[in-house]
């Protein structure tokens, strides 16, 4: 099926030249002169090797059909990262260079898209958005809830992110997982 680039997203699969790519970042940049590009880091799956594009937004890009499944996160362990289709309970396993950074975001029973190509899972899309808490930060600062500036804190998963002054060590945050960013406290 065919694209334009500047659809392109993470974890999506591209056909180029006979092989396939996973997306690992796009981006569109759109000049006040001159033609809008998007720039797309690519993973060879085959291999592994990372590639680098630049089409035009508008130039149309192969996309290639893949099996998408809904799959819930069990464990990992040396084999890679075991999931489990609830519908069927067959059982895959997704290697550690599949999953990459976001693998600090999964959670026991998460439901991801995991796309398949010829029975190899080759990339995995998480929920955009995940709950988490705050295992350490700066104490809360009084007076200072209304103030646009952030300060650092440590997430129970061990990424860091930067948080608003008056959340404080216990606090349970809605993160993205694409990037670790901040969003709000969770309303649980």
């Known amino acids: 099926m065919r694209v334009n680039a500047q659809n392109l997203r993470k974890g999506n699969v591209v056909e180029m030249d006979g092989k396939l790519y996973v997306v690992l970042s796009a981006e569109s940049f759109h000049p006040g002169k001159g033609t809008p590009t998007t720039q797309v880091d690519m993973r060879r799956i085959s291999d592994g090797v990372k590639v680098s594009e630049r089409w035009k937004t508008t130039e149309q890009v192969e996309r290639a059909m893949l099996d998408e499944r809904a799959y819930a996160y069990l464990y990992n362990d040396d084999e890679g990262f075991h999931f489990m289709n609830k519908e069927t309970y067959d059982q895959i396993v997704v290697s550690k260079d599949v999953v990459g950074d976001m693998a600090a975001y999964l959670v026991e029973d998460m439901e991801c898209q995991v796309a398949v190509y010829q029975d190899v899972p080759v990339s995995i899309e998480l929920p955009a958005r995940v709950t988490l808490e705050i295992v350490d930060t700066e104490p809360v600062t009084k007076g ?39 969003v709000e406290r969770a309303k649980d």
């Not at 300060?151 to 670790?180: E, F, Q, Y």
């Open 144 to 182: 200072q809830t209304a103030s646009s500036s952030y300060k650092p804190a440590m997430l129970s998963n061990g990424v860091k992110t930067a948080v608003p002054p008056h959340v404080g060590i216990g606090t349970r945050v809605v993160v993205m997982t694409a990037d670790g960013s901040y």
